[in-house]
């Protein structure tokens, strides 16, 4: 059966080259980048997924966001510099790699980032484009940003959701950072839930129903389904400051019924509960295969394989196993990779 693992990162050769001259020095996040073979060598690359019969990657870039490394002209060069070089990628290796996802430089003018995103999917073919939860520290529901959600639904392509939080976003409000790596441990998937319900409580579904947006590592809201459903049920009533009961009361669907509207990743690590439970909360029709190579601790062997094991092994039919791998990535991206 075709496995397409629709988040996997990637340093291009150019845009390797081009991030160096900006960062210097990789430091923390960019380091650990830096550090995964399988980012910036495609031998290695090519090694590893000729293990799995029928495997292949949808491209994206690995972090940090680029907002977080470059402003002005500079992310602008580096965001066309990361489209145009996985293009190549996928062009030269199309069985290995059937498609890309661009970055644009969320952190500079709507007009910029509408023009990464045009140049990106209109010029090179990218099957949709990957954002950050937050934009340097700012919300994804932030009006800034409004063009760009209409544009994306406007295209019919998704937005891949990559979680971003950094050790200076701190535990206890009377610590000055988060300790041994709590950010990125239980800081990423708050991150990625908390993007999730910026959009949801922003009404963003209901004026672009057609939206798609595919969440990376599923975010925490299948694990607190209770709260999510009936918690948020009675949206206003832990609160006196503000007038949540009006919005939930304007709302055209139960809050917990938008979450279902977001499609999530099965890049869990190898936890083979994890699995169960988000498949139980977004159902076979709303999940991806992922495995989010090479971040692993065997640069990229470990969750592909771990992934694959825990699909093939999951009490499901084969139709829903076969959506999961490249069924329901197809739909969204608008071609056929069931052979791709």
């Known amino acids: 059966m075709r496995k397409v693992d629709v988040f996997t990162h990637i340093w291009p050769q150019p845009f390797y080259e081009a991030l160096k001259k900006i960062t210097g020095e990789m430091s923390n996040i960019t380091r650990r980048s830096e550090a995964q073979r399988m980012m910036i060598d495609l031998d290695e690359r090519f090694r590893i997924m000729d293990a799995h019969e029928g495997y292949c990657q949808i491209l994206s870039l690995g972090s940090p966001p680029l907002e977080l490394v470059a402003k002005g002209a500079d992310a602008v060069r580096l965001a066309r510099v990361g489209t145009e070089s996985q293009a190549d990628l996928v ?159 304007e709302l055209k669907k139960r809050p917990i019924d938008y979450f279902r509207m977001f499609y999530a990743d099965t890049a869990l690590f190898g936890a083979e509960a994890a699995h169960y439970c988000a498949l139980d909360f977004f159902g076979p029709e709303h999940m991806v295969f992922a495995s989010d190579a090479p971040f692993d601790p065997e640069g990229g062997r470990m969750f592909i394989r771990e992934t694959i094991r825990i699909l093939d092994r999951l009490d499901i039919s084969d139709q829903a196993r076969a959506a999961i791998y490249h069924g329901n990535i197809g739909r969204l991206i608008g071609r056929d990779l069931s052979g791709a």
């Open 91 to 249: 062009e030269r290796y199309r069985e290995r790699f059937p498609a890309f996802v661009a970055t644009p430089p969320m952190g500079e003018s709507i007009e910029d980032i509408l023009e990464a995103c045009r140049y990106a999917i209109e010029d090179c073919g990218a099957a949709g484009v990957q954002v950050y939860t937050n934009v340097a520290g700012i919300a994804l529901d932030h009006e800034k940003f409004l063009p760009f959600w209409d544009y994306m639904a406007g295209t019919g392509l998704p937005v891949w959701l990559h979680p971003a939080r950094g050790a200076g976003m701190a535990d206890y409000a009377a610590e000055a950072k988060s300790h041994y790596e709590i950010w990125w441990t239980f800081g990423w998937p708050y991150e990625t839930s908390a993007a999730m319900a910026r959009l949801v409580f922003s009404k963003l579904f209901d004026r672009l129903p057609e939206l798609k947006i595919i969440t990376h590592h599923g975010g925490m809201v299948p694990y607190f389904a209770g709260r999510v459903g009936p918690g948020w049920d009675v949206l206003g009533v832990r609160t006196s400051d503000a007038d949540y009961g009006t919005l939930l009361k």
